[in-house]
């Protein structure tokens, strides 16, 4: 069969960011795609062993700018796991109010660039006409547009004046019939529902074999959320349901994530509401890390985050694990591309709403005296394929 | 930045090219922003473009990491001279929280002239377009 390659990237108008896919076609049908990345590498695992316990929020929180709260409270919460702390509930409401608040913005983001892609600005326009009043919120509350660094181990860095709940309840209640709007126009469109349905297609079985997360997951009729199956901060304190689709689409994608926003919307009005009555601390004082270790979830926009440290008692973790969402989304690819047309490809890669900058990972083995470059990730791969089949030869098992 | 008759020209509207170099999104997304209905700048002519062969004003942000250096400078010597080169944030201008991760090869300004620098983690869509209009000022 004649296969054309198709390279996209690094730097393509369709991406923000910089990574390459080549689709090797037949036609206009994709048959394969390949995935190359690195190109936004910024080494922060190991940076975050020269920081210190406080620091290392910061620089978690830049790891990527639209989930920029998930991966700060996924460190707090894998720090107090160390700890074997409970924070105060103020902080509890806090920290729920600022992650829902950035699901919801996240997730209007995604809706306007998966019109952009698919050609429909107006949806692209709309969408990011309605995120500001959240950014706007965030930026009275916290300080900044993104970036909120309002997560600390042991609770948060901010309070939340009981004189600004009303104000954030009023614009979150302007936002409500927009988003309905949105929603209804989104869901009954023909040319949308046209171009999503049953395009890109996973099977709940193929998001297990590949471990995919988040609304991904859940479009597809896998039912986990973080937030629900291992409670944190305060989702186990307020009422709300995880969305969930069957058919496995991009419009289910869509439609999960459209359908979040009033879960998330319903959360922060439970949150504030009883933020009024909730009184005390906002933090406990955390003076020493004893050695240990600990993990911690956060359901990100994308997905479950995950972080694990160790410490040996010292003022910096000795190991800082992060595994984000995007880095087994991305995978995915390979079954829901594959089949499509070049044309369905684009919105089938941004229908995961993939995130680079969290996934980045680079593999170099260097040698130990002369720092010299030993193998590459491909190097390595090569490497375990080929120890393999010695075993094989040495166990007596045929190649297939 | 010497002044001559084709650097005046290009004041009426600019063409911009977005660049991102190992950035957190954060820049990239307040770029966006700008041309979204609360700022639009495409009211002053300023236009998003796909390829860098079209821009008059490259817009970099991140931090310039080892394996986009090189491609860094190649699209910079695509890009139609005279054209201006903005470092977008805290990454792009100093390197920020990641100047001492062993993937960094900026900050952008030693890899590539820059002519503004527009600091902030990130910098607010006011501060982008206040950026943009000082280098309006200085064509003039």
């Given amino acids: 069969m004649k296969k054309v390659v198709v390279p996209l990237g690094p730097y393509h108008p369709l991406f923000e960011e910089p990574e390459y896919f080549e689709l090797y076609c037949d036609g206009e049908t994709v048959v394969d795609i390949e995935w190359k990345a690195g190109y936004n590498h910024r080494g922060i695992e190991k940076l975050s062993e020269s920081k210190h316990w ?22 707090c919460n894998a720090v107090e796991d160390l700890l074997k702390i409970d924070i105060p509930e103020r902080a509890k409401y806090i920290r729920s109010i600022i992650g829902e608040l950035e699901r919801l913005h996240s997730h209007l983001l995604w809706v306007g660039l998966a019109g952009h892609f698919l050609g429909y600005n107006t949806v692209f326009m709309w969408a990011w006409k309605y995120r500001e009043p959240i950014l706007d919120i965030m930026e009275m ?33 302007e936002l409500k019939p927009k988003l309905e709007m949105l929603t209804g126009s989104v869901i ?28 991904i997951a859940r479009a597809s009729g896998v039912d986990i959320d973080v937030r629900r199956d291992s409670p944190h901060a ?49 933090a406990i004082e955390i003076r020493e890390i004893p050695p240990g270790e600990g993990i911690g979830h956060y359901e990100a926009p994308r997905g ?68 010299k470059k030993l193998f590459n990730g491909r190097d390595l791969i090569t490497l375990s394929q080929e120890k393999t089949k010695k075993l094989k030869k040495r166990l007596g098992i045929k190649d297939e | ?48 473009v796909g390829s860098v062969k079209h821009a008059d004003v490259l817009l970099v942000t991140g931090i310039g990491t080892t394996k986009n250096a090189n491609r860094i400078k190649l699209l910079y010597q695509q890009m139609p001279k005279p054209g201006f080169v903005v470092a977008i944030g ?51």
């Fill in chain 1, 54 to 75: 406080d620091q290392v929020t910061f620089l978690v929180e830049r790891i990527c700018g639209i989930c920029s709260t998930s991966h700060p409270i996924a460190y």
């Fill in chain 1, 141 to 173: 509350i916290t300080g900044n547009r993104n970036h909120y660094a309002m997560m600390k181990i042991g609770g948060v860095r901010r309070d939340i004046d009981n004189g600004d709940i009303d104000i954030i309840k009023k614009i979150l209640g």
């Fill in chain 1, 188 to 215: 009954d469109d023909p040319v949308l529902a046209a171009r999503l349905k049953g395009v890109g297609v996973l099977t709940a079985q193929d998001i297990k074999d590949y471990g995919a997360v988040g609304p």
């Fill in chain 1, 234 to 282: 305060a989702y186990d304190l307020v009422e709300w349901k995880v969305i969930t689709c069957q058919d496995g689409d991009v419009f289910s994608k869509a439609v999960v994530r459209l359908l979040e926003c009033f879960e998330s919307i319903k959360i922060i009005e439970q949150c504030l509401e009883r933020l009024k009555k909730v009184k005390g601390e906002i």
């Fill in chain 1, 304 to 371: 479950e985050c995950f972080h694990y440290v160790r410490s040996d008692g010292s003022s910096r973790p000795v190991r800082h694990k992060i595994r984000a969402p995007s880095y087994v989304n991305i995978p995915t690819f390979k079954t829901s591309c594959v089949g499509e047309t070049i044309a369905d490809v684009t919105i089938i890669l941004a229908g995961v709403d993939p995130c680079y900058c969290c996934t980045e990972r680079a593999i170099t083995v260097y040698d130990a005296n002369t720092r």
């Fill in chain 2, 1 to 48: 930045m010497a002044i001559d008759l084709k650097t005046k020209a290009l004041k009426k509207s600019l063409f911009v090219f977005h660049l991102s170099t190992g950035s957190c999104n954060n820049c990239d997304i307040e770029i966006l922003d700008c041309l979204t209905p609360r700022f639009d700048v495409e009211r002053f002519g300023i236009v998003l």
């Fill in chain 2, 90 to 140: 805290a990454c792009a201008c100093t390197g920020g929280i990641f100047r001492d991760g062993y993937t960094m090869s900026g900050p952008i300004d030693t890899i590539i002239p820059v002519d503004v620098y527009i600091p902030g983690c990130p910098p607010k869509p006011e501060a982008m377009i206040a950026g943009i209009v000082r280098l309006l000022e200085r064509i003039k």
